[in-house]
């Protein structure tokens, strides 16, 4: 086995890496010696453990974690993976570098090679061995030489990304031969554009250039322009460098929009969940209700009681928390709701800017109600695994939580649109609230439509409140930030009319997204509300307006 | 119209003899052998959700200094205020602490546009003010102490330390208001001075609470894919953090492609989000946590057996209400009165235990002597120190890299006694 | 809504500007005139304090003008509030002259320390006070006039004008956050030395401004019952109650309201402007909605469309902020929050409300009883075969 000379004057990590990747090669091409290593097993790694340890001298870690690789020991990756995790940590009473793990509800200590048990930990009897992002970077890059041939495709795949964004000349060798014997066509492209990548940042042939440009141009995004810039440099290519560059550039600036668009109809859905609750109590029932903002609260810490109570006892459902938040947080703001409307609400029908006082008073008790409960600040939602990260489409990415928000305020809204207009209790309180006395006189329990009405916006607001705990912040302020965009998105589309507001949030949210890059954030929202000012003017009653008698009331 | 008058004259009388009553009642002071101690924090608005922490770790230093036996022989005793996040609220209630319950020191305030808010209140009634949050610098009042970090005890040693770590593209990105705009005016110019080009910074500020990043984060991504090492230095404020981290997370910016060092993210702040995708952003400060300190322990342990909860954690501006305090109980010691003049006085030079293993002293333009730390966030909330200065950082109210700032120094000593003394005119400017 | 007769708001008005006036100069003596440890003394503080309310007051009585009489609810009287407040702040800033920390004769602070070079123009005459006394009314007036003239004229109505005035203000609140708009920023303006050359600490100055105050308050009053009892007080009340009836009659309802809209943002505005000197601050947070809004609230409290009430709401509701969160700090939010409560649902008239409800009531039985024995009398000179007519003319008397 090839064994880097301890006095190695390079310190090139990238150099070191791709020693520690070749002798992985050499490992790997020699099946006898693969049992070799085997047979004595991962116990080699122990002497090497300390050179993990040295406090804040991370250049000396990183000297330690190319000789850990440097074995080419299967079980290094593995202990450099939990090394990068920041799970080794140092057990105070015997200085031994433990592995810390939390196992039903303990902390224990477990040996980083063997995985025999040492222990049950408690507060401080460990202190975490110092790890930055250079390190983490290094780690990165040694490891995804080691994993490149993995049995696991989804671990070479990860292994060339890394090398792709990683790329550089060293890479060159272990990429040509991992792609020899490379049979998963996916992952095979992703070598060949680490290949183009790496070709393209060395000093290879003009030929192996001119072709990795075309891999690399096909790529279509920034890093592909940088490395065709790199290539213009150089006089023999600059022509179809440039040409190239000028499609990348294009597709960018399709993408741009399109990113765009996505953006703004990621924010218009945000709005959307945020004021669609209020076209029900303020656009259906005429109530100016402040508390609003204050219902969205109530969901987005029902959210965070069932993660917590999950978290506690059923840890196994934790992907499942949004799913059973749902109700919960209806059921929680709806009852809130139903409460508020008995309670103070009917006595103010007809007497509709009083409401607005009364449910002023109801939000600031609200709110201080909750922070007493939970205290004042931010508690901590997690997002779900099938909620987190992001995919590529084309040239942008889209994540995984704003699309799930995206789609979910479209189902809430289509369930609402079919409530209010195919069910009888949606022509109960279409009925209550045209014409109160009519709707008495023809049999309809007004006060129970309109306390069940109240209790559905309420509700509705409460499930937006579990959606909006995955992006924002879950504190007592959480429903102040979205009052007044919410007003402003039912009165935009037209005070009565869901698809007012429908269009009205994705109108906002779309007008927003195009403004904020030329204007910069703030500029951006003042033009917004200026502009919403403007269009008042231009149309009185919102964008949708009420026809007919009720639009007097 | 004499005829409206007389009628009206009774309701008059009734009127003036409830509103004195009342007001004489709302504005009763008693007067007790203890020594009062204001502490000004928000409990209910925007700012309750940072201020809150600190308004209890006053009362469990209170606590703690009674049961050592008080001060000078006397009980202390909290008076406690709620200023509810709102600026002209923090001056009268700054004037009903300092005037009607008569409070020998006021402990409080976190953001800057509440300590302007007060300061001539502090000034004018001769008070005594602690001001544990880091801020912007540019100021320097006889009647304040800063006990939080200067714009020297924490951007420029962070940014120092990326550069060392091979970053050379930065994105300043910050909350609109004075606070990010000054730090990204003094690290702009710093940059500049140490040979970082134009167009290798990008400025952005966005609106406070903002909470849409999605076309920043991308804006970042864009910035950062240009072939150089790009780090983002965050100045943004409280609220709108979650949201942004949430949305550096989800669009996969790890800290190993573009690192985020936070200036106003501590532990308080991270407890209301998964910090696993976050692990390795880092944050500036003068204390974390994790810090492995016998006198940290301790502070812990009171804390959490305090608060009664033991998932709350301690942050940094808790650290600097914890030196604040102690200087101050050790300043009336020395002077053997509250009388704010001797205190000032005596306050200068006082050195006490900060966290970190240290001392940190009162400098005699108010601000205090302390370490930086770097630290990295790890997946359990914590911050993991990657780097800190070899010695105590002396805060520095004026900051060199302003132009009309350089001149200036502060020395509340004698003689000089002057908070904005100007070296290149000779003469402190300002009314006083 | 009821309406309240002019002459029982006068009546009113008349005893709550002398309670001011009167009040003002005892609290004025009590705080200058007697030794600090007398049993009897006000401290400066609790005349500020005051101060401060009375401010509040003239911005609740500007929105009772507008929302009570005018029926226009805002939900952005702050905005002309904050505007007046920063136009007497300009004023202030630039008295500190060369006395700000960099000693820069020309520039505020802030404006130095973030590089500026010159004073952008709109800061120019702001050290002259009577241009900046012009400007507390000008600016707002200007800018209430231009929004309603497009509002009112395209008959923005009901919750339609409440939502855009409330955005009015978000958007100032936002632009004044910027700090490229030369206000600065989020810190505002502060740290005021003079005002007209006189110690803005001092408690003469205080004592000064407090009168001030209180005098504007009065003055306010007086302008808003002189309009109310006028025609077009009468016009108003009708456009209010039945906007669509006044246009038919003829009525050209939206001068009405521009003409009532613009006085009272300008009244809000030198609300603003006595406001800032006495508390020592002013910035964007003023702008917020939800400080437009609590104003609303004050008023409602108070008793909409009773002039007085608006005063007393905003006296009571600001003295009970400041004793609460004083006495209860954890709870003065729910004490409030259920105050606002209770007071919409059992007294839908505000405070105010029962008073005047008891005294028309008084009036009204006083009435009827003079009604009904005048007309014993009729039927008895009727008996006597003496002129029949007198009942009728009492009970047009009553109607009025």
Known sequence: MSVRPPDAPNRSRAFLAALACLALVLFLLAPAAVHAQSEHGAEDLRPLLSGLNNGRDFDKTAEGIRAIAATGNPAAAALLQSFRAGNLEVRKSDDRIVRVEKRGGETVAIDPLTGEVLGELRRRDTRRISINNNLRNLVDEVVAGMTLRADDPAIRQTAAREMLAAA????????????????????????????????????????????????????????????????????????????????????????????????????????????????????????????????????????????????????????ASLAIALPLAFCVSGLIGILIERSVIRWLYGRPLETLLATWGISLILQQAVRVLFGASNREVGNPDWMSGAFQLGGMSITYSRLSIVIFSLIVFGLLVLLLQR?????????????????????????????????????????????????????????????????????????????????????????????????????GKILVLVLIILFIQKRPRGLFPQKGRAAEG | MIGILRRTAKPIALAACIAGASIGNAFAQDDSDTIKVGILHSLSGTMAISETTLKDVMLMLIEEQNEKGG???????????????????????????????????????????????????????????????????????????????????????????????????WVLAGTDYVYPRTTNKILEQYLKDNGVAEEDIMINYTPFGHSDWQSIVSEIKAFGSAGKKTAVVSTINGDANVPFYKELANQGIEATDIPVVAFSVGEEELAGIDTAPLVGHLAA?????????????????????????????????????YIGFNMWVKAVEKAGTTDPDAVIDAMIGVAVPNLSG?????????????????????????????????????????????????????????????????TETGQCGGAS | MTTISPTLLTRFAVGAIAILLVGSLVVIYLNLGLPADHAWHVPTYVMSLMGKYLAFALLALSIDLVWGFGGILTLGHGAFFALGGYAMGMYLMRQIGDRGVYANPLLPDFMVFLNWDSLPWYWLGFDSFWFAAAMVILVPGLLAFVFGWLAFRSRVTGVYLSIITQAMTFALMLAFFRNEMGFGGNNGLTDFKDILGFNIQSAETRAALFFATALAVSLGLLLCIWMVRSRFGQALVAVRDAEARARFIGYRVEHYKLIVWTVSAAMAGVAGALYV?????????????????????????????????????????????????????????????????????????????????????????????????SAARASARREAGIEPDDAATAGQGAAQ
Not at chain 1, 276 to 281: N, R, V
Not at chain 2, 77 to 93: C, T
Not at chain 3, 344 to 359: D, E, K, V
């Open chain 1, 168 to 319: 550089s000349a060293d890479n060159i060798e272990p990429l040509r031969a991992a792609l020899a014997e490379e049979t998963d066509a996916s992952v095979r492209q992703t070598m060949e554009r680490a290949l183009a990548a790496s070709l393209l940042r060395s000093d290879a042939s003009l030929e192996d250039k001119r072709a990795a440009m075309e891999t690399v141009a096909a790529l279509g995004d920034r890093q592909a322009l940088q490395l065709l810039t790199l290539a213009a440099s150089d006089p023999e290519l600059s022509e179809r460098a440039n040409r190239l560059i000028a499609g990348v550039e294009r597709q960018l600036a399709f993408w741009e929009v399109a990113q765009n668009v996505w953006f703004g109809i990621s924010l218009g859905s945000v709005l959307l969940l945020a004021a669609i609750g209020l076209a029900i109590t303020f656009g259906v029932m005429g109530v100016i209700n402040m508390a609003h903002g204050e219902m969205v609260m109530l969901g987005a810490y029902t959210t965070f009681v069932v993660q917590e109570t999950i978290r506690i006892h059923y840890p196994g459902l934790f992907e």
């Open chain 1, 423 to 523: 069910t009888a209790f949606g022509l109960q309180i279409r009925a209550v609230t045209q014409n109160r006395r009519m709707a008495s006189t023809m049999g309809i329990r007004t006060p129970w439509t309109d306390a069940l009405t109240f209790g559905l916006g309420s509700g509705v607001a409460g499930i937006a409140g579990v959606a909006l705990s995955q992006i924002d912040n879950v504190s007592p302020n959480l429903g102040q930030g979205y009052i007044i965009d919410s007003f402003l998105v039912v009165v935009f589309g037209g005070v009565g009319n869901l698809w007012g507001t429908f269009v009205g949030a994705l109108s906002l949210g779309i007008l927003n997204k195009f403004l904020e890059p030329y204007a910069g954030a703030v500029l």
């Open chain 2, 71 to 169: 001060l000078l022989g006397k009980k202390l005793e909290a008076v406690v205020v709620d200023p509810a996040s709102d600026w002209p609220l923090f001056a009268e209630k700054a004037r009903q602490l300092i005037s009607q319950d008569k409070v020998a020191a006021v402990f409080g305030c976190w953001t800057s546009v509440s300590r302007k808010s007060v300061l001539p209140v502090f000034e004018e009634l001769n008070g005594l003010l602690f001001y544990p949050v880091q801020y912007e610098g540019e100021e320097s009042s006889k009647n304040i102490f800063y006990t939080g970090a200067a714009p020297n005890q924490q951007a420029i040693p962070a940014v120092d330390y990326l550069a060392d770590q091979g970053v050379e593209r």
């Open chain 2, 285 to 321: 400060w003068n204390y974390f946590m994790s810090l492995d300190t016998p006198e940290n322990d301790d502070f812990i342990d009171s804390w959490l057996e305090f608060i009664g909860d033991d998932d709350r954690v301690s942050n940094d501006p808790m650290e600097a209400h």
């Open chain 2, 358 to 422: 240290g001392y940190s002293a009162m400098m005699p333009n108010h601000h205090i002597t302390k370490p930086v730390l770097i630290g990295e966030i790890q997946d359990d909330g914590q911050f993991g120190i990657v780097w800190e200065t070899p010695g105590l950082v002396p805060g520095d109210a004026w900051s060199d890299y302003l132009p009309d700032s350089k001149p200036l120094i502060s020395d509340w000593r004698e003689p000089l006694g002057c908070g904005n003394f100007n």
């Open chain 3, 277 to 373: 000197p006495q508390v020592g601050i002013i910035n964007p947070s003023e702008f917020a909605p939800g400080n437009s809004i609590e104003a609303v609230i004050w008023v409602a409290v108070g008793g909409r469309g009773t002039l007085v009430g608006s005063i007393v709401g905003a006296v009571l509701v600001n003295f009970g902020k400041t004793y609460f969160t004083g006495a209860f700090p954890e709870l003065w939010l729910f004490v409030l929050g259920a105050l606002f409560v209770v007071v919409t649902i059992f007294l839908p008239r505000g405070i105010m409300g029962p008073f005047f409800g008891m005294i028309d009531r008084r009036r009204q039985r006083r009435l009827a009883a003079e009604q009904s024995e």
